[in-house]
């Protein structure tokens, strides 16, 4: 059986042969693309196409096209496009792709945290590469089988098998909340937690912890909830109605389970910040449509969708994607204050 006759997902991919000839995925596309003069030795060039034919390694369409210049289309995979913070990613990757004469495909994901199986096997010959923002381990590997350049962005680190990625500094987000509601003298925190399996949620609930565990006499319950106004206040009523002295703070995941916890809040008599400090993550339009205006962590959405196509054409021209972390800033308002003297029971 040749490589062309083989399922997909058994293919030698350019990962395969970059990772037999010890060299990087750019250096692969350069030497298989004929484009390796002058930026790549002749004994290297030599080691990838030795590992290229012990392989069976064979460029797709996709590939091939890409070498020719003829698509300079990217598909940008999205959990959701209900989602502000993905249509602000959305607006980034599409400005740079513009500057440079390329298109963005936008594709959600049917079930929320990744891909459906192959979202592209129709278009794959008219893709260059694949920008994959905020998914769950394991939800991509029809797009690894693709053999096209993917660039993660806001995802685990430890995932392998990617060209480039454009990272958040999530858990320094979080740690910022925690030490502004300590510094107000909070000890016992409920966390709202998004009940999505994404690296992005699983390093908040870990910061959160840290930071505070870290401080004798601190608490926290942790609460899981749909991402919506509604799960977010059955959560909320549920962590408030509970046995015990009542929490002085509730840190959620996203601006919109905030939402729902302030709205618990009013319906259980609390006043916020008063009684009751609430914390979002996103500073989505709806952080400063409640009132309280909602205490929240910024995220620079747009500035993630820049960086990610602009990685992704770093990779295109063989040169390295720009390192580090993207900042992200505590933005302190009206849902937050100090913890009361007697928070009594809900």
Known sequence: ???????????????????????SQATVSLVLGDKWRGRVSEATAARV?????????QPNLAARQLRLGRTRTALLVVPALTNEFFARVHTGAAAVAAEHGFGVVLYPSPEGVGPARDPFASARASLDGVIASSMA??????LRGADLPLVMLDSDPADTGVAARVDLDIADGMRQVAEHLLALGHRRFVHLAAAVDSWTFAIRARALHDTVGAVPGTCVRTVEAALDVHAGREAAQRALAAPGPRPTAIVCDDDVLAAGACKT?????????????????????LSVAVEPELTTV????????ERGMAALLAVLDGRPAEPGSLPVRLVARGSSAAAPQDAGRA
């Open 1 to 23: 059986m040749t490589s062309a006759q083989m399922p997909a997902s058994a293919r030698p991919t350019s990962r395969d042969v970059a990772r037999a000839a010890g060299v």
């Open 49 to 57: 196409r030795h590992a290229a034919d012990g392989l069976g390694y």
């Open 137 to 142: 381990a394991g939800a991509l590997d029809a």
């Open 265 to 285: 809040a009013r319906r259980l008599g609390l006043r916020v910040p008063d009684d009751l400090s609430v914390t979002g993550f996103s500073d989505l339009a």
């Open 298 to 305: 910024r995220l620079p959405a747009e500035r993630v969708g």
